[in-house]
Structure formats: C-alpha cells, structure tokens
C-alpha cells in the first residue's frame, strides 16, 4: 500500500513539472502488468522542439532534485519526440505533428487513462 502511495506521489510530481512548463494534452496511461517496463505512461507535447527541449531538461532537473533516478533520457537533443525513463514512469514529449504521426495514444487506447486537462475543470 505504501508503494502505491509513494507511486501516486511521484506522478503527480511529474505531471505538476509538465504543467509548469506549459505542456499540453497530457495524457496517463496506467499500463502496470501489461508491459513489463514500467507501470505508468505519460504522454504530453509542447509547441515546438525548443518548448520540448525546456520541459524534458525541467522533468530532468526535477527528478534529480527529488532524488529520482532518471534511468535514460533520448531526443533530447532534437526536441521531437523525447523519452525520460523514471523507472516505473516513462514520460514522452512530442511535438503535436510527431505525435499525431507515430499514433502513441492509439496504442494505449484500450489500456486505462486518465486526460488530466478534464480533471482539472
């Protein structure tokens, strides 16, 4: 239980520096037992490869500073499409463009999810 607890601390964290920096359409796709990777997914994309590149080097600062392990960190330097391995959270930024292309959200649509953007009204 207290696993859990700390789990849900942890990506409310992650998705509180999202928003921090303005990323959009965030979306959580809770996927634990049915990868074996992570337990958590979470999709979000910033309006160009700069905004990409200010919100992953955030997530990145802040894990560090709260003494998460950020395990790998890819497309970084592109700005496009960045991966942040957290462990049992794996964050993805994408441009809008990247996103729509590559079809992320279609593969996690019948995995639950959460749009934090209506929880918030």
Same mark, same amino acid.
């Given at each position: 239980?207290?696993? &859990?607890?700390? !789990?849900?601390? #942890?990506?409310?964290? &992650?998705?509180?520096?999202?928003?921090? #920096?303005? +990323?959009?359409?965030?979306?959580? %796709?809770?996927?634990?037992?049915?990868? !074996? %990777?992570? *337990?958590?997914?979470?999709?979000?994309?910033?309006?160009?490869?700069?905004?990409?590149?200010?919100?992953? $080097?955030?997530?990145? *600062? @802040? +894990?560090?500073?709260?003494?998460?392990?950020?395990?790998?960190?890819?497309?970084?330097?592109?700005? $496009?499409?960045?991966?942040? *391995?957290?462990?049992?959270?794996?964050?993805?930024?994408?441009?809008?463009?990247?996103?729509?292309?590559?079809?992320? *959200?279609?593969?996690?649509?019948?995995?639950?999810?959460?749009?934090?953007?209506?929880? @918030?009204?």
């Amino acid at each position: 239980m207290e696993e &859990i607890l700390q !789990d849900n601390i #942890k990506l409310e964290a &992650i998705v509180a520096w999202l928003q921090e #920096k303005k +990323a959009e359409n965030i979306r959580i %796709y809770e996927v634990a037992g049915k990868t !074996d %990777y992570t *337990d958590v997914i979470v999709v979000c994309e910033g309006s160009a490869d700069l905004h990409n590149k200010a919100i992953a $080097q955030h997530v990145i *600062d @802040m +894990a560090k500073a709260n003494h998460l392990n950020v395990l790998s960190k890819e497309g970084v330097e592109v700005g $496009q499409w960045i991966l942040i *391995d957290i462990g049992d959270i794996v964050v993805h930024i994408f441009l809008p463009q990247t996103r729509d292309f590559y079809k992320i *959200d279609e593969l996690f649509e019948k995995v639950k999810n959460r749009d934090v953007n209506e929880e @918030m009204q």
